[in-house]
């Protein structure tokens, strides 16, 4: 009996360990309000991802390949799981700025995905569709031969 619960709790130190292990660098998404996002997992066969925010350690969400359990009535009906257990938010508000953490099951291995949520206005998104083509634009003057001689 005494060796079980040593074993159960060594279990859990280990899991505590490894759970602080990263998974890869931040991922930053960006949106805008009324709009969708997804939090992609950059891993294959991963399940029993625990979403939480940051800012307030809220597990929100359960998620595996598929399927979603919603904890938090506040995302209730905006939050679905993608086919490898992504997580997608629609109709974002500005409350949904801000970082996650998806703490992901891969085999007995634990790993912590961080991710932050920005929110864009349409003129910024605008904005930057624009520049790529103002700058194939300079770039193609440049080049012209009448300039290179
Ligand atoms: C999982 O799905 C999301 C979108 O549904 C995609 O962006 C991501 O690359 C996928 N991940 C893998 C490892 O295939
Ligand atoms: C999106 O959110 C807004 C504000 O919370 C709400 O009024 C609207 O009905 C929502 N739209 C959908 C499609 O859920």
């Known amino acids: 009996m005494m060796k079980w619960v040593t074993v159960t709790v060594l279990a859990y130190f280990l899991r505590g360990i490894l759970c ?40 929100f ?9 919603v904890r938090d009535y506040r995302y209730e009906g905006r939050l679905s799981a993608t086919a490898n257990g992504s997580l997608r938010f629609t109709n974002l508000t500005g409350d949904d700025q801000g970082e996650y953490i998806a703490n992901i099951l891969k085999g007995n291995m634990q ?11 349409l003129s910024q998104i605008l904005g930057e569709n624009v520049l790529p083509s103002a700058r194939a634009w300079v770039f193609q003057h440049h080049n012209d031969p009448k300039h290179t001689v």
């Open 20 to 59: 602080r292990e990263s998974c890869g660098d931040k991922k930053t998404i960006f949106g805008a309000v009324g709009r969708e996002v997804i939090l992609p997992m950059s891993q294959t066969a991963t399940r029993d991802i625990t979403w939480m925010t940051v800012r307030s350690k809220d597990h």
């Open 61 to 69: 969400a359960t998620t595996n390949p598929g399927e979603i359990d």
């Open 111 to 121: 790993c912590k995905q961080v991710y932050s949520i920005q929110l864009r206005t």
